[in-house]
């Protein structure tokens, strides 16, 4: 039996904290959305998102890549050429940044 | 005509950028989920939210109060009875709660 003093059914559910702080942490979900808009190249991502630096850019891509929602692909000329690419489970956002990218669109931000 | 070093069709849209920062902001999402479960006073959040604190809290709340997402409610009892509650903007966020909390269940987290 819960107690009214313990709420327990109201407790935030960790998988979706964790998620929602991963996708929504700086930066992080601009470069996933302009992954999905087809830019595969470093600069590309860097020019497509005002304000990124280069040390974030590769700190956040690292993340994501350790996350398993962004791959790294290396193709070994000289030099190397490196792509990223979504993987299935960064494809599988597509849901989350229609439904943000709708609400962003009814609810203009306020100021 | 665009070039192919003017990539404009990749730039990442101003207004999906701000609102994903802003629900995905620490404790932010956290906050609005419990209160999409029902908790409306300040200790139920509190205890409902392992890890914050009452500083963060109530600052959290005053910027979700800002964006127009959450509204606080005062009855001029003594002592005040202080309730919270989504406004049409924050009850406007369930697809995007629902559509994270689908991929956090259908990706679980690495590690």
Avoid at 30 to 37: C, L, Q
Avoid at 60 to 72: A, H, S, T
Wanted: proline letters at 6%.
């Amino acid at each position: 039996m819960v107690s009214a003093s313990e709420p327990l059914d109201l407790q935030v559910c960790d998988a979706f904290h964790r998620a929602i702080e991963l996708i929504g942490r700086r930066w992080s979900g601009a470069i996933i959305s302009v992954m999905f808009k087809g830019a595969d190249r470093f600069c590309q991502l860097r020019e497509a998102i005002p304000g990124i630096s280069d040390r974030l850019l590769t700190e956040r891509l690292k993340e994501l890549e350790d996350e398993g929602i962004v791959l790294r692909d290396v193709v070994p000329t000289r030099p190397p050429q490196v792509s990223y690419r979504l993987t299935e489970k960064g494809l599988a956002l597509a849901p989350v940044l229609d439904s943000v990218a709708a609400w962003a669109h009814d609810w203009p931000a306020k100021g």
